[in-house]
Each structure stands twice: as C-alpha cells, then as structure tokens.
T-cell receptor, first 117, second 113 residues
Framework: DAGVIQSPRHEVTEMGQEVTLRCKPI?????LFWYRQTMMRGLELLIY????????DSGMPEDRFSAKMPNASFSTLKIQPSEPRDSAVYFC???????????????FGQGTRLTVV | AQSVTQPDIHITVSEGASLELRCNYS??????LFWYVQSPGQGLQLLLK??????LVQGIKGFEAEFKRSQSSFNLRKPSVHWSDAAEYFC???????????FGTGTRLQVFP
C-alpha cells in the first residue's frame, strides 16, 4: 500500500477563496482523522470519521470548515472562505478502529501546507 | 476528556548522551499511548505504542518508553542519542472505547555533535 495520500502538498491561495484538501486513506482502514499543525497550537484534531461517518467534529474551528467522507477511500476538508489565520499544515491519518483492533496505529500522510495570503 | 501534556518544548543534548522526553496524560479509562516522531517537512512516524501488558515497550531506532499508571506518565527514553534523532517528538493518547487520538504539543529535540 502507498500509505495515506494527501493532495496537494502545497497550496497558496488568496483570502476569501475556497480551499479543498484531499485525502486517500490506507485501504481497509475504517478510521480517518484530520489534524491541523501550527507553531502556536501544535497538532489539533479537527474531526474524525469511523466507517465514513463523522464521529467527533468538536475540533473544527468554525463553520468555514467542513469535512466529508463520501466513501471509504476518499475524504475532503474544505475551507470556505479561507483566511490568513488558516495557514497551517493539515494532516490526514488513517487507522483501524481500536475497538476492532486494539493493536492498531494511526498512519499519517505527508501533509498539505496551506498558505492563505 | 483526554489530554496530553509534554512539559518540555525544546530539549538540547549532546550526541551520545542519554535522553528522556516527558509525557503525562489525563484520561479516566485505560489509555492507549503512542510516541511519534516528525522530521522537518515530513509526516509523523510511529516510534512505539502501549496497549497492555509489559509496561516497558521497545520501539524503533533504539527508543523505549515506560508506562507508569501511578504517575500518569509515558516517558520516552534512549540511552545514546544520534545526530539523526534531531526531530520533533509527539506523545498521543487513545482509548479502547473511543477512536479519538489526541496529541501533545510536542518536544523539539536538538542534538549537538
């Protein structure tokens, strides 16, 4: 397996534009996580899905952020409209569910570095 | 609620010296504990994990960690640090009854020759 694949690796956009980040989890994994990494806040969990269903989105900063997982092999994180303070590295990770396989681990993608100017 | 504290933001050690990175967690149920490493510009790679059993766990790259329930700690250790160990290290906590995985703020390790 190629691991968790995120695209794009880098995104530069102007304030007010819509940004869509994409993630392909590892095949067979049924948990998917979106994290945001900044110098100030470290790694923040934004949302996670089990079996394509959003379980906890309490970390999503505000209504400008939305995430979807239409099927087991694809997820998106959308920011509309984007603002400069959204600039960060966004990571996607996937794993088995602990409740199904307690010996699992989360595998991370390479991240998307987002810059909003 | 789950939380993880890494009290040391930045640690500097000499190559060959021993290393201990601290991690304290807060969770009411039995925790699953992880250490990840992140090299500059890269994603996170798992070093080791603890679910149950032996409280001293061995990981990759010569790292080990010890789970101490009485202290709510899961400190990462390495007896002799190499220059290639310079990176950021993250402690994380999960649990059997939730798939939420929460990370600490990280400790940046700098290694001097």
């Amino acid at each position: 397996d190629a691991g968790v694949i995120q695209s794009p690796r880098h995104e530069v956009t102007e304030m007010g534009q819509e940004v869509t980040l994409r993630c392909k989890p590892i095949s067979g994994h049924n948990s998917l996580f979106w994290y945001r990494q900044t110098m100030m806040r470290g790694l923040e969990l934004l949302i996670y899905f089990n079996n394509n269903v959003p379980i906890d989105d309490s970390g999503m900063p505000e209504d400008r952020f939305s995430a979807k997982m239409p099927n087991a092999s694809f997820s998106t994180l959308k920011i509309q409209p984007s603002e400069p303070r959204d600039s960060a590295v966004y990571f996607c990770a996937s794993s088995d569910m602990w409740t199904a396989n307690m010996n699992t681990e989360a595998f991370f993608g390479q991240g998307t570095r987002l810059t909003v100017v | 609620a789950q939380s993880v504290t890494q009290p040391d933001i930045h640690i500097t050690v000499s190559e060959g010296a021993s290393l201990e990175l601290r991690c304290n967690y807060s969770y009411g149920a039995t925790p699953y504990l992880f250490w990840y490493v992140q090299s500059p510009g890269q994603g996170l790679q798992l070093l080791l994990k603890y679910f149950s059993g032996d409280t001293l766990v061995q990981g990759i790259k010569g790292f080990e960690a010890e789970f101490k329930r009485s202290q709510s700690s899961f400190n990462l250790r390495k007896p002799s640090v190499h220059w290639s160990d310079a990176a950021e290290y993250f402690c994380a906590v999960g649990s059997y009854n939730t798939d939420k995985l929460i990370f600490g703020t990280g400790t940046r390790l700098q290694v001097f020759p």
